[in-house]
C-alpha cells in the first residue's frame, strides 16, 4: 500500500511520499484544498529501493529533501508529529500509525479540501512526541566497569569509555558528552560493537543485562532510562526528564539507577541457541561430561571463548551452571538414541536442542535413567517419539502433522525453556566457575 505522510518538524510542516522517498515545505498560509493536493500527488511517492549490486549513489531524493526542504542532514530530521493519508476504494483515510502502531484510521467523507482540513485537525489534536537526537547507553560489566557506548539507531557501538565505578569527580559527564558527540554521525563510520569493546579489553559476555540510557530530545531535553532483563523480557523504569545544558544532573542521575539495577554476575555464562545444537545434562561435572562426548583436545577457555569457539567448528563444555552442564556445537551427532546412551553413562537426565533456521531444522529430545521420554526432530518431515510435554501441548505441537506443523527457533527455546534453561538467557546467570573446556568429538 502506498501513501502520503505529513510531518511537523521544528514547528514547520511537510508533506512526504512513504518515508525515505520526497517531499515538500507546507507553507503556513496553505489553503486546505491546496494541502490535500500536495497529499494527492506524493501519495504515490515510494523510496528508492537499493540492492546490494546497485551502483553507489552519492545523494537520494530523501537526502535533497532533508538537507535542502528540510534544513538538516537526514539523520537529524525527526519529526515531532507524524500523520499518514492513504485511499481505500478511492475513499481518503487519516491515521497517525507511523508513530502509533494502534491509531484508529479516520475517514474522510469528502472532497481534498476535507481531507486537508482532517489532517489539519489530526496534527493539531496531536500531541509531540519529541524524538531522539543522539543517545548515550551505559553499561556495566562483571570487573564493576562502567562503559559508555554511543547509540545509533538503537545499536550500541564505538568508540567504548571504561570507567571506575568508583570514581568521582567529572570522568562520567566527560565521556557521556563525548559520546553523544560520536553518536551524532552515520553507522558506517563507528566501530562494531564487540569490535568497539575488544579495544577497550572488555569482552561481551561479561556486560550486564542493566543498562541506563540517555537521550537527547529534539527539543533540547535529556532522558534518562533504566532498564534490566528478567526472564529473558526487557524491564524499562520509569524516564528521569531534564535538559541538556545541565548534564551534570542527568549523569547524577544516570549514575544512581546503575546502583539500583541488578549488578552483572560475577563469573557469567554466555549465551548461545541460535543456528547451533547443545546438551544440557542435569546436575552433571565438567570433567564427566567431557569424557562421556568423547572430548579431544581439551583446552581451558573461559564463557564466551568457549561460546565463540563452538559457533567456529569446536565443542564447549561449559562448567555447571544454574544446575546444569551444556555441550554446545555448531553441529553434533546426536538422535533420540545417542541421548538415552548418554543418559545412562552419566546417571542422569539429558537433554539435546538443535536449530537452524537457514535449513529449517529444529530438533529436541530429553531422556532420564537411559530412557527415551520424548524426541522430535522436523528438517522437512515431521517425526516424533513418546508423549508430547506440557510446554509442547501448550505451543500446539500435538495438533501438528508431518504435512503441517509449524516450528521454528523460537519454539526451540521455549521447549528448553520449560525443561531447563533458555541458553539465550544464560549471559544473565552466575556460572560456578569461570572457565569450561574447549576441543573437538570424532565425528559419528
Same mark, same amino acid.
Given at each position: ?19 525515505g ?73 487519516v ?10 484510521a ?41 562503559v559508555?557506548m ?6 550500541? !557501538?564505538?568508540? &567504548? #569509555?571504561? *570507567? ?5 569527580? /567529572?570522568?562520567? $559527564?566527560? @565521556?557521556?558528552r563525548?559520546?553523544l ?7 558506517t ?11 577497550v ?50 549523569? !547524577?542521575?544516570? &549514575? #544512581?539507577? *546503575?546502583?539500583?539495577?541488578?549488578p552483572? /554476575?560475577?563469573? $557469567?555464562? @554466555?549465551?548461545?541457541g541460535?543456528?547451533?545444537c ?7 561435572r565438567?570433567?564427566?561430561?567431557a ?73 529436541? @529430545? ?17 517425526e516424533?517419539q513418546g508423549?508430547p ?56
Amino acid at each position: 500500500m502506498s501513501w502520503a505522510e505529513i510531518h511537523v518538524f521544528q514547528g514547520r510542516t511537510y508533506v512526504t511520499g512513504t518515508w525515505g522517498s520526497s517531499g515538500v515545505r507546507v507553507a503556513d498560509t496553505v489553503g486546505v484544498a491546496d494541502l490535500g493536493l500536495l497529499i494527492r500527488h506524493h501519495e504515490h511517492l515510494r523510496t528508492e529501493r537499493r540492492y546490494p549490486w546497485s551502483p553507489p549513489v552519492e545523494r537520494t531524493p530523501w537526502d535533497v529533501f532533508c538537507e535542502e526542504v528540510a534544513g538538516v542532514a537526514t539523520r537529524r530530521y525527526r519529526p515531532e508529529k507524524r500523520v499518514r493519508a492513504y485511499q481505500v476504494d478511492r475513499r481518503w483515510q487519516v491515521d497517525a500509525k507511523p508513530e502509533d502502531r494502534d491509531a484508529p484510521a479516520r475517514a474522510v467523507p469528502g472532497d481534498l479540501a476535507a481531507l486537508g482540513a482532517e489532517v489539519r485537525r489530526e496534527l493539531a489534536l496531536m500531541q509531540p512526541r519529541w524524538p531522539t537526537l543522539r543517545q548515550v547507553v551505559l553499561l556495566t560489566t562483571a570487573a564493576r566497569q562502567l562503559v559508555v557506548m554511543p547509540s545509533i539507531g538503537g545499536w550500541s !557501538v564505538g568508540p &567504548a #569509555r571504561v *570507567l571506575d565505578l568508583t570514581a568521582g569527580g /567529572p570522568a562520567l $559527564p566527560d @565521556a557521556v558528552r563525548a559520546g553523544l558527540t560520536d553518536s551524532d554521525r552515520d553507522h558506517t563510520e563507528a566501530p562494531a560493537y564487540e569490535a568497539a569493546l575488544a579495544a577497550v579489553s572488555v569482552k561481551p559476555g561479561s556486560i550486564g543485562r542493566a543498562s541506563v540510557s540517555l537521550e537527547e530530545l529534539s527539543d533540547g531535553t535529556i532522558r534518562v532510562t533504566g532498564a534490566h532483563t528478567t526472564d529473558g523480557e526487557d524491564v524499562w523504569g520509569p524516564p528521569w526528564l531534564g535538559r541538556v545544558d545541565r548534564l551534570a544532573e542527568a549523569c !547524577v542521575e544516570a &549514575a #544512581r539507577l *546503575l546502583r539500583d539495577l541488578p549488578p552483572a /554476575p560475577t563469573t $557469567p555464562a @554466555a549465551a548461545f541457541g541460535y543456528k547451533c545444537c547443545w546438551l544440557a545434562v542435569r546436575d552433571g561435572r565438567l570433567d564427566e561430561v567431557a569424557a562421556a562426548v568423547g572430548l579431544l583436545g581439551a583446552q581451558p577457555v573461559d564463557w564466551y571463548d568457549g561460546v565463540q569457539a563452538a559457533y567456529d567448528e569446536q565443542v564447549f563444555v561449559s562448567p555447571p551452571t544454574a544446575g546444569w552442564v551444556f555441550v554446545v556445537g555448531a553441529v553434533l551427532s546426536f538422535d533420540g538414541l545417542a541421548v538415552a546412551d548418554l543418559s545412562a553413562r552419566l546417571g542422569t537426565e539429558v537433554q539435546f536442542f538443535g536449530t537452524h533456521r537457514g535449513s529449517e531444522y529444529h530438533e529436541w @529430545a530429553l531422556a532420564t535413567g537411559g530412557r527415551l521420554v520424548r524426541h522430535l526432530r522436523c528438517d522437512g518431515t515431521l517425526e516424533q517419539q513418546g508423549q508430547p510435554t506440557a510446554v509442547e501441548t501448550d505451543l500446539g505441537v500435538p495438533a501438528m502433522t508431518e504435512d503441517d506443523w509449524d516450528i521454528d527457533e523460537d519454539t526451540v527455546m521455549r521447549v528448553a525453556a520449560a525443561w531447563s534453561i533458555d541458553p539465550t538467557t544464560l549471559q544473565q546467570v552466575e556460572s560456578t566457575a569461570p572457565a569450561g573446556v574447549a576441543g573437538h568429538v570424532a565425528a559419528g
